[in-house]
Nanobody, 124 residues
């Protein structure tokens, strides 16, 4: 059974930064892509960033390009999301997801396993 555990969320002032982590366990050696999504209050879940098994290609939502960076550490079975220049509109629950595909996409339905989410709150 695949488990994804996110961490690193919290309260941050506008303009600040956070580094989110997602540790995967229970997965076989089969290659898999991973991604981050977010869901703001009253809104649908949306894609943020995705990374393929080999590290490339990576994909970012237009709204986060230049401010968010996704990376992964195979040795730790962990994917990271560095988020910079946060604004209050970025307040959301961030979810980690794992796909059975090797190449990443930003399509929510391509992901088979989900974490419980970590809250990011940005104060003005």
């Amino acid at each position: 059974q695949v488990q994804l555990v996110e961490s690193g969320g919290g309260l941050v002032q506008a303009g600040g930064s956070l580094r989110l982590s997602c540790a995967a366990s229970g997965r076989s050696s089969t290659a898999y892509a991973m991604a981050w999504f977010r869901q703001a209050p009253g809104k649908e879940r949306e894609s943020v960033a995705a990374i393929s098994w080999g590290g490339d290609p990576k994909y970012y939502a237009d709204s986060v390009k230049g401010r968010f960076t996704i990376s992964r550490d195979h040795g730790k079975n962990t994917v990271y999301l560095q988020i910079n220049s946060l604004n209050p509109e970025a307040t959301a629950v961030f979810y980690c997801a794992l796909s059975n595909r090797r190449i990443a996409t930003l399509t929510l339905s391509d992901y088979n396993y989900w974490g419980q989410g970590t809250q990011v709150t940005v104060s003005s």
